[in-house]
């Protein structure tokens, strides 16, 4: 497949400022438009773009895992998250919230971790089936 | 308590890796388990036989009052050291059964599971958390009959069992929800006291009739029975445990349960009786016409069952007592029995009493052991047995419908179950010796425990008076009470006070099953035609049904999954059309349309939407794929200004992204796809406009109708006022999306996972049939310049 030079070159320095974006849209999530599931597909469409510039390969190299494992890894951060107040004698999925705000991140919490499992689990599924289709050519 | 119930669950998972360190001695060391439940359980006879039961709960959904509560009394008790005694022998037993077996871990897994659910049927107080170990029991008896699953059978069989039991578990939930609703509790303890409530209730039949439907397919009662036969396909210790001392009991201890709720009246009187009297007559009548060893005793068991749904059916004190004592009795000698034909089985590498004889000198304790425990299934004098049919005699004489019948079948099917116990021990055992496939040889000790152990029981508690007399003041009597809801005292004697009628059918009985046996071989030829019924047995029955079941599903699958996804479109339209456009016509909601005054639109409103009208004509009409996607991508945008406009942020970023997304994968999809040809006709074309005109009049109808309607919603100023002090995030939507409706979110990513998941399958096995049969005008897509002819549909389903 050839793309235009512009595209393959724009992608170079897109691809990192998407996903330092696709993390930002993540953590502004609890306060302002934002969240996991459109950071994720926003770093999937990162990654999408840059596949259709390079060999699957390379988009594999700088992905480092497989969106299996990001499925499933995701997966497990949720679950894990939501059963940690079962720890503390409380419900399934009760929100809880480390007191003090760290410096960028802001407030740390359960929902916030079980958010991070949607945004792995939104790349994952959006990556497996790019990467499915591609290599089938 | 609860530990005690789930420590076979949690010894389960840890099985593998003990079997790491074990190896051969596993079955030694996981055996500690049920022993130490066992002593755990003897320390509750004192308190139980003296005073009141024992409770235990603990919350599990209190807000739907489903609690793990456990009820000991003399009936759960004995079933629990029934359960946990012969799991002990059973689990020693498997060890050396399996020995060889690259799988026996996996044995001790599903083994020490079943124990534990086993264990939580008997002494569940909570109906829902019953049904729950009930089906744990059912889906781990799937997994023990399956064991050897590369052969066909033994699948087959698995099946089968669950799909009986499995069945019938449905329809006894049915029944528990409506006892629950009738009776006003999920406590069968409180239940108790509601008997009289729930025997007069309209509802009292379907109940009946439905908690009975559970009990009858696990216990294997006609014309459920077939299962049980098939399921010998399991290895020799499951048939031990499962099929005859625990699991099938499980039918007859829930009809013992619940006994004083739905017990005593005409209707339970003649159901119960009536088909545990049929079951151990015509059960007993197949056993003896057997062969093969374990065929002969699993009939016998389901003989057995059928007595003892019999005695439970006649609930008088007598027939009460004679049914505690006969579970004993047969859990023993049966367990023995079929743990001493897996030995043989193992040992000689015959299974079919034809092909053996004399194997006392080769097989002394085995042989032993058989003998033992044939006695006491033929119920002679200083075994258990004896007592247990005395017992069973008096009751039907007691008996208040039909008491000489009863006792008449009751003398043909010990008859026979003496002809089919001299089949199993003298048989193998003594005679002309006959040279088997392996050379017999003694099982290890191991395997002779456990038949030793039970067999043995069989004659102490039958010929030493002392400890029948205990048996049956600590153990009989307490479980008795628990199934009359009221105290009594039973007294058990190894010898009958006097000759009377009871001792002359027992004499009779005993002299019948000796003639039996001796012609048994020309009485089998006369016999034989009329075995030509079971062509159209209960068994076919069960194959007609899911044959059926099959075709049908086959049939409408076809019809609605055609694989083609315009089709799947256009059913789902029409329905979601045809139902709340029906609904709407019918309410009369339509009328009301004209009253609705359209909101005033600002002038950059209209023009998104002719934009997105554009559009949508423009996908429409173009001939380019490429040009499509882009219109849809218009459209799609278009709908994401609409969010902006009116104030939905979060939804229009994800309309965005996800529109972009969607371009993207479109383009990678287009890559592969020949021409545009248009391929459909002028009619399909016209359908397929009045059926999206449809359904989007029907949105259209049902988005007036709403904002019509007065907004009343608790939920919205819920969300705004809580999200932040409750959930500490200024972002409602996000909010709900991660705390308030987090499980929602849960389940959608696990769906999402789950879809890429078909999709890499879908795509890798076209790959790899691309890669065995090679098509050259798919495996090679052309690029989008250079056209082919044939265009196929790609299907959904692949």
């Not at chain 2, 012969?86 to 124990?115: C, E, P, S």
């Not at chain 2, 006894?172 to 006003?184: I, R, T």
Request: a neutral charge.
């Amino acid at each position: 497949m050839q793309f235009s030079v512009i595209l393959s070159t724009a992608i170079r320095y897109m691809l990192p400022l998407m996903l330092i974006f696709s993390v930002f849209i993540l953590l502004r999530g609890h306060n302002e438009p934002g969240g996991g599931f459109i950071g994720g597909l926003v770093a999937a469409a990162a990654f999408a773009l840059y596949s259709f510039t390079s060999n699957l390969d390379e988009v594999r190299r700088a992905l480092r895992v497989e969106p299996r494992t990001l499925i499933g890894s995701g997966l497990l951060v949720a679950v894990s998250s939501a059963s940690l107040s079962l720890f503390f004698g409380l419900p399934f999925m009760t929100g809880l919230w480390y007191d003090e705000p760290l410096p960028v991140i802001g407030k740390v919490g359960t929902p916030f971790i079980f958010d991070v499992g949607v945004y792995l689990v939104v790349i994952g599924v959006t990556l497996l089936i790019v990467f499915s289709l591609t290599e089938e050519e | 308590m609860l530990l005690a119930v789930l420590s076979g669950f949690i010894l389960a998972i840890l099985a593998p890796w003990l079997y790491k360190v074990g190896r051969g001695a596993t079955g030694w060391i996981l055996a500690f388990l049920p022993l130490g439940l066992f002593v755990y359980f003897v320390g509750f006879i004192e308190p139980v036989a003296h005073g009141e039961p024992v409770t235990f709960t603990y919350a599990w959904i209190p807000s739907l009052s489903i609690n793990l509560s456990f009820y000991v009394d003399g009936l759960s008790l004995l079933f629990a050291l029934i359960i946990s005694g012969v799991g002990t022998l059973i689990v020693i037993y498997g060890g050396g059964y399996l020995a060889h077996d690259k799988n026996v871990a996996r044995f001790f897994v599903y083994i020490l599971m079943f124990m534990a659910s086993m264990l939580g049927v008997v002494l569940s107080n909570n109906l829902m958390s019953l049904f729950v170990f009930w089906e744990l029991t059912s889906v781990t008896s799937y997994l023990l009959i399956g064991y050897y699953h590369e052969k066909p059978e033994s699948r087959f069989a698995a099946l089968q069992a669950m799909l009986v039991t499995g069945g019938g578990g449905l329809a006894m939930m049915a029944g528990f929800v409506m006892l629950a609703l009738v009776g006003g509790s999920w406590e069968i303890s409180t239940l108790f006291e509601q008997g009289e409530l729930i025997q007069n209730h309209a509802q009292y039949l379907p109940i009946l009739l439905l908690v009975l439907l559970g009990a009858f397919t696990k216990s294997a009662q006609f014309p459920f029975h077939f299962w049980l036969p098939g399921a010998m396909a399991a290895p020799a210790p499951v048939s031990a445990y499962l099929h005859s001392a625990t699991m099938v009991k499980a039918g007859v201890y829930l009809v013992a349960r619940l006994s004083p709720i739905l017990g005593h009246t005409e209707t339970w009187l003649y159901i119960v009786t009536g088909f545990g009297t049929v079951t151990m007559f015509i059960a007993a009548y197949i056993a003896w016409q057997q062969t093969d060893l374990k065929r002969i005793l699993a009939y016998s068991t389901v003989s057995a069952l059928g007595i003892l749904m019999m005695l439970l059916g006649l609930g008088e004190h007598v027939a009460v007592e004679a049914a505690m004592v006969f579970l004993v009795v047969h859990s023993m000698y049966k367990g023995s029995l079929f743990m001493i034909a897996g030995a043989v089985d193992h040992e000689t590498g015959q299974r079919h009493i034809t092909g053996l004889g004399g194997l006392i000198k080769s097989m002394p304790f085995s042989g032993v052991a058989a003998v033992l425990a044939a006695a006491s299934m033929s119920g002679l004098p200083l075994f258990l047995g004896f007592i247990g049919k005395e017992l069973i005699y008096e009751s039907t004489l007691e008996s208040h419908i039909y008491p000489l019948a009863l006792t008449g079948i009751a003398v043909l099917t010990n008859v026979l179950t003496i002809t089919a116990a001299g089949m199993v021990s003298i048989k193998p055992f003594f005679g002309q010796e006959i040279k088997t496939p392996k050379h017999a040889h003694e099982a290890p000790w191991s395997m002779r425990v456990g038949p030793l152990t039970l067999a043995s029981l069989g004659v102490i508690l039958g010929a030493v008076p002392f400890a029948a007399e205990e048996f049956g003041a600590l153990l009989v009597g307490p479980a008795a009470s628990g199934i009359l809801n009221e105290a009594l005292e039973v007294h058990l004697h190894i010898l009958p006070s006097a000759i009377n009628n009871i001792v002359m059918l027992s004499v009779v009985t005993v002299l019948g099953g000796i003639g039996v046996y001796a012609v048994r071989g020309l009485l089998g030829k006369v016999v034989a035609p009329l075995n030509a019924v079971s062509a159209v047995g209960p068994e076919k029955w069960y194959q007609w049904t899911l044959d059926g079941m099959m075709a049908s599903a086959k049939w409408q699958t076809h019809i609605l999954q055609s694989g083609y996804l315009r089709y799947y479109l256009i059913i789902t339209i029409l329905t979601t059309v045809g139902l709340a456009g029906s609904t709407l016509i019918l309410q009369g909601a339509l009328q009301n349309l004209s009253a609705i005054t359209m909101p005033e639109a600002q002038i950059h409103e209209i023009l998104i939407v002719v934009m997105i009208l554009c559009a949508i004509v423009l996908v429409l009409r173009t001939s380019s794929r490429l040009t499509a996607v882009a219109g849809l991508g218009v459209v799609g945008y278009g709908i994401a200004l609409l969010f902006v406009l009116f104030g939905a942020p979060d939804l229009a970023m994800t309309q965005f992204s996800i529109e972009t997304l969607s371009v993207i994968l479109l383009v990678l999809v287009l890559y592969r796809l020949p021409t545009f040809t248009n391929f459909s006709t002028r009619f399909e074309r016209a359908r397929d406009l009045v059926i999206s005109l449809m359904g989007g009049a029907l949105i259209t109808v049902l988005v007036l109708i709403e904002t019509a309607l007065p907004i009343n919603s608790r939920l919205t100023p819920y969300f705004a006022e809580n999200s932040y002090t409750l959930a500490k995030g200024h972002n409602v939507v996000n909010v709900i999306l991660v705390d308030f409706r987090g499980i929602d979110t849960m389940g959608e990513i696990t769906v999402l996972g789950m879809a890429a998941l078909g999709v890499y399958g879908l795509l890798k096995l076209r790959l790899a049939k691309k890669d065995k049969t090679p098509e050259p005008d798919v495996s090679k897509p052309e690029p989008i310049s250079k056209p082919t002819e044939t265009y196929t549909p790609m299907p959904v389903k692949e």
